[in-house]
């Protein structure tokens, strides 16, 4: 199955290191028959996309936890597609929430997204009102609308540590 992990800078460097991941809690993000029940229309790879950006929004939560534990985070919201095995199916979370039962290993990795230099000032400040927009705030949602409108860069999983010299 193919899943959307959220991720960071530093789980980014880990997984070249280690050459696997653990994904925080083994949550991950997926094209679930409960996703699919829930919209009325749309193919495939519009349902990916919206896991996708499900798995967008939970990289802000996890760079809301750097800020919050003074780690400097890099504010660029990430996401590892990866194609795995063992996947439980986790409706009473979410729509798309699965849980993984083990690390991805590197050779899994399907492709990796990023958020240009671009969106790192919305980014930023969509991490300091997630929270508050997951509470239903409009102004907290305006906020991260800003930030859900840039795109993800994508790049392969050969490309990744490049990427992270980059940074």
Partial sequence: MRVYVPATMPMLR???????LRAINDTAFAVTPAL???????DDEEL??????EAARASLRLL??????DNKP???RAVIAADVDGVTLRPDLDDAVVRLSAAIPYDRIASIHVDLAE????VAKAADVIDAADMGDPDAEFVLGDAEDHQLAWYAAQELPFLLELL
């Fill in 14 to 20: 880990e997984l070249v290191a280690d050459r696997e």
């Fill in 36 to 42: 699919r029940e829930a919209y009325a229309s749309g």
């Fill in 48 to 53: 990916a996309e919206v896991a996708m950006q």
């Fill in 64 to 69: 809301a936890e750097d800020q919050a534990a």
């Fill in 74 to 76: 890099i504010y660029r």
């Fill in 119 to 122: 969106a790192e000032a919305d």
